[in-house]
């Protein structure tokens, strides 16, 4: 699964994949093959590229509610980093561009379970338009701003893929 990476103020993503009893880390889109044995709790071997380094782990606090953030102790010093997925980013801004009006879109593959609005109504900031089920989870999709739903590209029981478009929101005209 993709993460972010956020290290001071850089970000990178960076991705482990396990196939075949092998794992891969992704960074930056170059693979690398990694080796990972937890020696003990909190502690690490990894070998990466010929070389071995032991990491001590530890959790720290985030700024941020999404993400996960870890103090790490290596040969050189001590680093702190946090990991954040993706798709919060995503289902928190609901797929929506920013400002009045636009296009609800599904920030990954799921299932519509409920539709709470009709096309022609009115939406207020904030309310909820519907409710995706995705990675056994059910997801509310807000409203980013007051307006009219113009369209409803979905329907109960329908199956979304990443970017599949569900509602069009019209913005509320503003008095000149």
Known sequence: MKRTL?????????????????MTLVWEGEAHPIDILQVEPGCYSILMNGRSVEVLLDPA???DPDSHAYR???????YEFALADPRRALLAGGG?????GGTLTSPMPGKVVKILVAAGEAVQEGQTLLILEAMKMQNEYKSPS???????YVQEGSTVETASPMV?????????
């Open 146 to 152: 007051a307006g009219t739903v113009a369209k409803l």
């Open 72 to 78: 790490v102790l290596v040969y050189d010093g001590v």
């Open 168 to 176: 069009e929101l019209a913005a509320v005209p503003q008095p000149a």
């Open 6 to 22: 956020t290290f001071g103020k850089d970000q990178h993503e960076v991705e482990f994949i396990r196939q075949d009893g092998a």
């Open 96 to 100: 929506v561009g920013a400002g009045a």
């Open 61 to 63: 606090k985030s700024q």
